[in-house]
């Protein structure tokens, strides 16, 4: 199994080197097409070019090539986090408060696997979410997955940079 979390580790600082944030590393696609995703975005824009994209992938490319904490052949796919964007990191939840999210729990509450609503805010590793049974709270650590969910509000709220702004480049690795 690959340790995403190790990679993460290890391509950060070039990241940050870009004056980009880091979103996800993950393992996608199974045996059958392995991809490591990695999505980032600028901190003022939350987007990417695919300038961004390209340099980023080259510049992960040669870190993994170096490394190799990859032993079977695997793409790389460096994207933005997209408009329905994961929410992975403490931050997202505050700086996506108001927005409406769907959250999986690696261990159910109250009988519940999942939960959705509008998020009203994260107090430490509390994340409340406005539900229409009331607000229920989430620790973060219990957190399996979470995303935003496309509603007109968030289209509202997310402009594009421009209309030729692509947002993701695949390269192979081997």
Not at 1 to 14: C, H, K, N
Not at 26 to 46: F, H, N, W, Y
Not at 82 to 107: M, N, Q
Request: hydrophobic share 35%; proline share 5%.
């Amino acid at each position: 199994m690959t340790d995403t979390v190790a990679i993460a580790r290890l391509i950060e600082p070039a990241v940050k080197d870009m004056g980009l944030d880091l979103v996800r590393v993950a393992m996608i696609g199974g045996t059958s097409d392995p991809t490591l995703q990695v999505m980032a975005e600028r901190p003022d824009t939350r987007q990417l070019t695919i300038d961004d994209c390209e340099t980023l992938s080259r510049k992960i490319s040669d870190i993994l090539d170096q490394a190799d904490p990859i032993e079977e052949g695997y793409r790389l796919e460096v994207s933005s986090p997209g408009i329905d964007r994961p929410l992975t990191r403490r931050s997202d939840f505050a700086d996506w408060t108001g927005h409406e999210a769907r959250i999986k729990f690696v261990e159910p509450i109250d009988g519940a696997r999942q939960v959705s609503g509008d998020i009203e805010g994260i107090d430490g590793d509390t994340i409340r979410i406005a539900t229409p049974k009331g607000e229920r709270t989430v620790d973060f650590n219990n957190i399996a997955s979470a995303k935003l969910l496309l509603t007109d509000k968030l289209i509202n709220a997310t402009a594009p940079l421009s209309s030729e702004g692509a947002e993701e480049f695949v390269t192979e690795e081997e």
